[in-house]
Structure formats: structure tokens, C-alpha cells
């Protein structure tokens, strides 16, 4: 499993509608996408949440790099370098995946926790640690499915979280609104380990 999420922020008075409008109409183009996991189309609007921004912000989970170059060399992507500008794609190796009891439900919300390791404890220990968690966050009521991944160049961690209606607050995470989510293959992730 990969992770990979870029976020776009827009200006504080853009109408949010384009947003909603573009993922209502292509959307679905990635309802079969051979080796996507899942894609969750997520969206952040200023003043709701907590949010301080205008945000589209996809997040992936892919079952191959392959599958995830061909998307990033393809036409879907380029279309949206072409609207909105080039963004940073953050990526990250899989650590985990747990499934919870709303899994066969269509997730609503989402939230997204970044964090750096601490430079004083081991790597190994961290994640160790982070893994230990996702059993009892999956198993929260109304959580869909949890992953866990890692990026070694600057040793970030990164939890996605997807809830079948509203997103619960939690310390430090953005919460996102899911306009859509395309799973072709999100079975197809093994859960617990990515090891």
C-alpha cells in the first residue's frame, strides 16, 4: 500500500461549487482504476470545521507504485495540473490498514493526521507505537477504515481516517469533508501490517 495526498488551497471567497461540481461530473473516471486502492475526493471549506481554508485535497491509497505512476503520468492528473497549477504530491509507504464497522457503509468525512517522528526515539519504536493504535481507532463507531503510512526522507508519519457521517474532532488532524470515493481495489488492501 501507498498513500498520496496533494492539498490546493484557494483563495478565502472561491465558491466551493466549482469543487463540488467537477468531482460530481469526473469523479466516477476513477470508479475502475486498476491498482487504486481508493481515492477519497475530500474538500475543506473555510469557517466550516474549524477549517481556516478553501482546500481541495485528495488523498489515494494504491496497491502498486505502477498503478499510482500511471495516474501521475496520465491524463487525469495533467487535467487538473492544467486547472489548478502543479501541486506538491506528498507520498507515503504503507504501515497498516484497519477496517472498521462502518466499512461497508459510503464514508462522509474524513480526517487527516500528520505528525514527524520524534528525533530521540527509534524509528522502529514509532511505528511500532502507531500501529498498537489502529485496532482501537477502527473499531471507534462510525469509522469506515484506517491507514497508516510513513515517509522515511523527513520521517513523517501520516494517519487517514474515514467516517461513514460526521468526523470527530481529534488533536491535530484536518477534517475533511468526501465529496466522492472511488474503491476499485480498496478489498484488495491487507489489513494490519503492510509487512
Not at 461549487?17 to 469526473?26: K, Q, S
Not at 494504491?62 to 491524463?75: H, K
Not at 497549477?85 to 484497519?98: K, M, S, Y
Amino acid at each position: 500500500m501507498h498513500a498520496m495526498n496533494y492539498r490546493i488551497t484557494l483563495p478565502a471567497d472561491y465558491d466551493m461549487a466549482v469543487i463540488r461540481r467537477r468531482v460530481a461530473t469526473r469523479g466516477h473516471l476513477l470508479d475502475d482504476f486498476s491498482g487504486l486502492g481508493a481515492k477519497a475526493y475530500l474538500i475543506r471549506e473555510r469557517g466550516v470545521d474549524g477549517s481556516p481554508v478553501n482546500q481541495y485535497a485528495p488523498f489515494y491509497l494504491w496497491n502498486s507504485p505502477r498503478a499510482m505512476n500511471s495516474f501521475l503520468w496520465g491524463p487525469g492528473f495533467q487535467g487538473l495540473v492544467a486547472d489548478f497549477g502543479r501541486p506538491v504530491v506528498e507520498h507515503w509507504t504503507g504501515l497498516g490498514f484497519a477496517r472498521g464497522p462502518a466499512f461497508g457503509s459510503v464514508p462522509r468525512a474524513a480526517t487527516r493526521r500528520a505528525w514527524a517522528l520524534d528525533p530521540t526515539t527509534e524509528p522502529a519504536t514509532a511505528v511500532h507505537a502507531a500501529l498498537a493504535e489502529l485496532p482501537a481507532l477502527a473499531g471507534r463507531p462510525g469509522t469506515h477504515s484506517v491507514a497508516l503510512a510513513v515517509d522515511p526522507r523527513q520521517w513523517e508519519l501520516v494517519r487517514f481516517t474515514l467516517h461513514e457521517n460526521t468526523a470527530p474532532p481529534e488533536p491535530d488532524a484536518d477534517r475533511y469533508q468526501v465529496l466522492h470515493l472511488s474503491a476499485p481495489e480498496l478489498h484488495d488492501i491487507g489489513t494490519g501490517q503492510q509487512w
